[in-house]
C-alpha cells in the first residue's frame, strides 16, 4: 500500500535569505534607537552632573538686589549665609542680629537654622520624636 503524498510548498530558495535579511534590518534598526537612547542618557547624565558640580562650588544660590539698601538678607548659598542686621522672627526681644557671612552650620545660627533649612529641622523633629517614644 504505498500512498503518495503531493505535498505542495510556496519555498522558493531565495525566501529564506531575504528573510534573514529583513530581520538583520529590524536588527540594526533597534541597535541604533539603542544607540540614540544610550545617546539621550548620557547627554542627560552630563547635564546632571555639570548642574550638580555648579551647585555645590557656587558661592550664592539667591542674591538680594543691590539697589535696595534696607534689604536685611544679603545673599544665600549652599554653605554660606550674609545677613545685613538681620533679627529672627523668633526674638521677640530683638536682642540678637545677625550681620556678616557666616557658615550656615555655625553655632551663632543655631536659633534660626529652621529658617535656613527648613527640611533638615523637620527632619531633626522626627529624630527627637522617635527618641522620645
Do not use: H
Not at 11 to 26: A, P, T
Not at 73 to 84: A, D, N, Y
Not at 121 to 129: H, L, P, Q, S, T
Amino acid at each position: 500500500m504505498g500512498s503518495s503524498t503531493n505535498y505542495s510548498s510556496n519555498y522558493d530558495g531565495d525566501s529564506i535569505e531575504d528573510d534573514r535579511v529583513e530581520r538583520e534590518g529590524e536588527a540594526l534598526d533597534k541597535r541604533e534607537r539603542m544607540t540614540d537612547a544610550r545617546l539621550v542618557a548620557v547627554v542627560a547624565i552630563a547635564i546632571t552632573a555639570l548642574s550638580t558640580f555648579i551647585a555645590f562650588f557656587s558661592p550664592n544660590w539667591l542674591a538680594s538686589e543691590r539697589r535696595f539698601y534696607g534689604a536685611v538678607f544679603v545673599k544665600l548659598g549652599l554653605w554660606e549665609t550674609c545677613f545685613r542686621s538681620y533679627v529672627s522672627p523668633y526674638d521677640l526681644d530683638m536682642a540678637k542680629y545677625y550681620a556678616g557671612c557666616r557658615w550656615i552650620f555655625a553655632n551663632e545660627y543655631q536659633d534660626i537654622r529652621g529658617l535656613l533649612m527648613p527640611s533638615n529641622e523637620k527632619g531633626r523633629k522626627r529624630e527627637r520624636e522617635k527618641e522620645s517614644c
